[in-house]
Nanobody, 124 residues
């Protein structure tokens, strides 16, 4: 199993930039991809972005295209989520999730391991 730990969240001002990190440990050699999801109270967990460890273009949820960038550092077993031009609606709990494959979809059910989540609060 892969163990995931998120970091980098907190209170940030609207219009700013924030980078979240997801550090993976454990059986990372069997990991296929990592994704980010976010959740706000009363809403379902929303797909944000996903990236595979071995190449291929990352992909994004429709609601975040243009402001979010997912990237990876394979030697560090870490995936990042950069959020630019933060908006109040970016407030929520952000989770990274891992799948051993064969696909990394937008559905939370595709993912095998989850981090504990990290809170992002955007203030005006």
């Amino acid at each position: 199993q892969v163990h995931l730990v998120e970091s980098g969240g907190g209170l940030v001002q609207a219009g700013g930039r924030l980078t979240l990190s997801c550090a993976a440990s454990g059986r990372t050699n069997r990991s296929y991809a990592v994704a980010w999801f976010r959740q706000t109270p009363g809403k379902e967990r929303e797909f944000v972005a996903a990236i595979t460890w071995r190449g291929g273009a990352p992909y994004y949820g429709d609601s975040v295209k243009g402001r979010f960038t997912i990237s990876r550092d394979n030697p560090k077993n870490t995936v990042y989520l950069q959020i630019d031009s933060l908006e109040l609606t970016d407030t929520g709990d952000y989770y990274c999730a891992e799948t051993s494959g064969p696909a990394a979809t937008m559905s939370p059910r595709s993912y095998d391991s989850w981090g504990q989540g990290i809170k992002v609060t955007v203030s005006s």
